[in-house]
């Protein structure tokens, strides 16, 4: 039995991007049904305004999704701070199991925390604002309520805003803080923490607590390449699709 376990973040699926929502229906359709479970650590779509949009290639996805778990493959995912509006029907479409923003799960034998990398970056205060606002019910309720053209806009927008905020920023201060991982990882007893978002591709080994820990920082996907993080009961590899 197949015990290898794939992880993936930062597809940033969207009808603008045609490559990467090809190579992500590959991966479904190929690549993914060899594995024992699928981990999408975030930012699957680069903009998701609500469960009822068919904006193409989103009923694409659900459906190649839905095949995937119908045939027996278990998929995770945690949303990112571009698709944190993915919800129930998302999952009930798909067959995909929403996770929390922070996920202890037993990978072979080592409790590995899993999270989309977001909440690591505390540094960028403006952003965490934002985040803790935009994760109310409240705000997201009000959102969600707006008819759909209107909330279509208002991603575009929202899109372009953020593309020149962030050519503002230091690119220290959109990293993770590292004494932020420490005392997540402690917190929640994990030596090992894989994340995305930051789209710096690494792995970095330190101390906590006088044991070693290791950071595991999956790669975003491109028109030109995508990487999947694999791991079975020898340890892990990165496959490039």
Avoid at 136 to 157: D, F, G, H, I, N
Wanted: glycine share 4%.
């Amino acid at each position: 039995m197949n015990q290898e376990i794939l992880f993936i973040s930062d597809l940033h699926i969207s009808l603008e991007k045609p490559e990467i929502t090809r190579r992500f229906l590959s991966f479904l359709s190929d690549r993914a049904p060899k594995a024992a479970a699928v981990y999408i650590l975030g930012d699957l779509f680069d903009a998701w305004i609500g469960d009822d949009d068919p904006t193409p290639p989103n009923n694409t996805i659900r459906k190649q999704l839905k095949q995937l778990t119908g045939s027996g493959t278990p998929v995770y995912l945690q949303q990112g701070n571009r698709d944190f509006l993915l919800g129930k029907q998302f999952s009930e479409d798909t067959g995909v199991t929403l996770i929390d923003e922070y996920a202890v799960i037993d990978l072979h034998g080592t409790p590995t925390l899993l999270t989309h990398g977001d909440l690591l970056c505390t540094d960028d205060l403006p952003y965490q604002a934002f985040r803790a606002q935009s994760h109310t019910p409240e705000w997201q309720q009000a959102v969600l309520s707006k008819p759909l053209l209107l909330r279509l806009l208002a991603a575009r927008w929202y899109r372009v805003r953020s593309y020149f905020h962030k050519r503002k920023k230091s690119q220290d201060i959109m990293d993770v803080n590292q004494d932020t991982v420490v005392n997540t990882m402690r917190e929640r007893h994990c030596l090992r923490l894989i994340h995305g978002h930051t789209h710096r591709p690494a792995i970095h080994n330190f101390k906590i607590d006088d044991q070693t820990a290791q950071r595991f920082v999956l790669a975003a996907w491109s028109k030109t390449a995508a990487e999947v993080l694999c791991w079975d009961s020898n340890g892990y590899r990165v496959e490039a699709l």
